[in-house]
């Protein structure tokens, strides 16, 4: 089968990966891409954000399937699209992503639904949203309505954060659009999880468990960033947690976008925190699947991912199965030295080419190009380093060994990826 995978990031350079291993696929596409995809796909420049151009090539080429990466083009209905043309793609309508692209929808649906979450106030003004501080109580979360790349989400553990955070998102409009509304919510504690799906509208098929690493300094210090490590599985989501996810949050979930007339097929993926308690309440919904999660799960799976993604497309995921690879894997982003605020580009990488030929390593690219001097920096997250071990401990050990091989100036990395699982051990 042609298969077209939309997206040019690190999350789509691992799906790109496991795609181009599958016997099923006899032409793998990206677009746009990138440099590092480019050795797996074909590349074609069109961006994601050009539903029509993206239409026409799938039609044109006669692809057989398509993957959706990044959200921006879900919120765009690139879904919507594919299927008036009668195109196979696994993704939800427009309509069903506003589970990601308002985090206000999101909140009244699980309420609505009873789906486990923090109590939280929806705000459209400055004023509005302070005053909900006050009935929500410290410490807060106050979060961007709309998409905000992983990144509109703040804590505040006094007044003076929360009025920071509420006029950097609505006055300032740090992340534009997408801080016309405010959530402020209660401030969970307990431990994250990262539980990803695979969804026709009716079956619901876990993918490994996981865990996000977003503070972007170690012991979770610091700025929010989109994901600087993860690994797979999380230990903290046992069998019997996962039970009480899929029954009490991805199941519930599914029934109730149908319910409210906008049936959800494609990637669902619940960020959870898992309190003390052992409630696992929603932190957050996305569409498509994590990055950083999917390096590590993409790298955990053994099925033909073509098969499981074109049963989604297709409506018969109770047809299928995933099976995995026992052993842990553990991703480590390294990033450019000042992100997730201003960074420099295009910096000479060296030791990416040795650090793939280590034995279950795979570098990832989430922000390189091919240069003159070889492989230079494009973005803020430049490579995800991941790699399989027997244990965490060994898997840990040889992930940290092939990032000390790479190098670039002020290249920056977190030293505690993994470590509540180590406590767990």
């Known amino acids: 089968m042609k298969v077209l995978v939309i997206g040019g990031g690190g999350r789509e350079h691992a799906l790109a990966w496991r795609l181009s291993k599958s016997p099923q696929v006899t032409k793998l596409y990206a677009a746009p891409g990138s440099d590092a995809i480019a050795l797996l796909a074909t590349c074609v420049p069109i961006k994601g954000s050009d539903i029509e151009s993206l239409t026409d090539f799938a039609e044109k080429e006669g692809i057989d399937l398509t993957m959706v990466g990044p959200e921006d083009p879900l919120a765009l209905g690139v879904v919507d699209a594919f299927k008036a043309r009668g195109l196979k793609i696994v993704g939800p309508t427009a309509l069903a992503a506003q589970l990601e692209g308002s985090k206000a929808f999101?909140?009244?649906?699980?309420?609505?639904?009873?789906?486990?979450?923090?109590?939280?106030?929806?705000?459209?003004?400055?004023?509005?949203?302070?005053?909900?501080?006050?009935?929500?109580?410290?410490?807060?979360?106050?979060?961007?309505?709309?998409?905000?790349?992983?990144?509109?989400?703040?804590?505040?553990?006094?007044?003076?954060?929360?009025?920071?955070?509420?006029?950097?998102?609505?006055?300032?409009?740090?992340?534009?659009?997408?801080?016309?509304?405010?959530?402020v919510e209660e401030m969970l504690m307990g431990e994250e999880a990262s539980f990803i799906a695979l969804t026709d509208g009716k079956t619901v098929l876990p993918m490994a468990s996981s865990q996000d690493h977003k503070r972007v300094f170690e012991n979770d210090e610091g700025l929010n960033t989109g994901g600087m490590g993860a690994y797979s599985p999380a230990p903290v989501v046992d069998d019997e947690m996962h039970k009480r996810i899929m029954n009490?949050?991805?199941?519930?979930?599914?029934?109730?976008?149908?319910?409210?007339?906008?049936?959800?097929?494609?990637?669902?993926?619940?960020?959870?925190?898992?309190?003390?308690?052992?409630?696992p309440k929603v932190l957050e919904f996305n569409c498509r699947f994590g990055d950083p999660e999917t390096q590590p799960i993409m790298a955990r799976l053994t099925s033909d991912f073509a098969e499981l993604l074109m049963a989604t497309a297709e409506g018969r995921l109770q047809d299928v199965e995933a099976q995995w690879d026992p052993r842990p894997a553990v991703c480590v982003v390294m990033a450019s030295g000042g992100y997730p605020a201003s960074y420099e580009k295009n910096l000479p990488i060296s030791g990416i080419e040795s650090a793939d030929a280590m034995d279950d390593v795979v570098v990832f690219h989430a922000g390189t190009r091919r240069g003159e001097r070889g492989w230079e920096s494009s973005g803020g997250r430049v490579l995800g380093v991941t790699a399989l071990g027997d244990t965490i401990e060994t898997t840990l050990a040889r992930c940290y060994e092939a990032v000390g091989l790479i190098d670039w100036k002020d290249v920056h990395y977190r030293k505690d990826i993994a470590k509540r699982a180590l406590g767990r051990m």
């Open 106 to 183: 999101a909140k009244d649906l699980m309420q609505k639904y009873a789906i486990p979450t923090a109590k939280f106030e929806t705000c459209t003004t400055p004023e509005g949203a302070l005053a909900a501080v006050g009935r929500v109580g410290l410490p807060v979360v106050v979060k961007a309505d709309g998409l905000a790349a992983g990144k509109g989400v703040l804590i505040c553990h006094t007044e003076q954060e929360a009025r920071d955070a509420i006029a950097a998102i609505m006055t300032e409009r740090a992340f534009g659009a997408a801080g016309e509304r405010v959530v």
């Open 248 to 279: 009490e949050v991805m199941i519930p979930t599914i029934e109730a976008m149908a319910a409210e007339g906008c049936p959800f097929s494609g990637v669902l993926y619940a960020g959870v925190m898992i309190a003390s308690d052992g409630v």
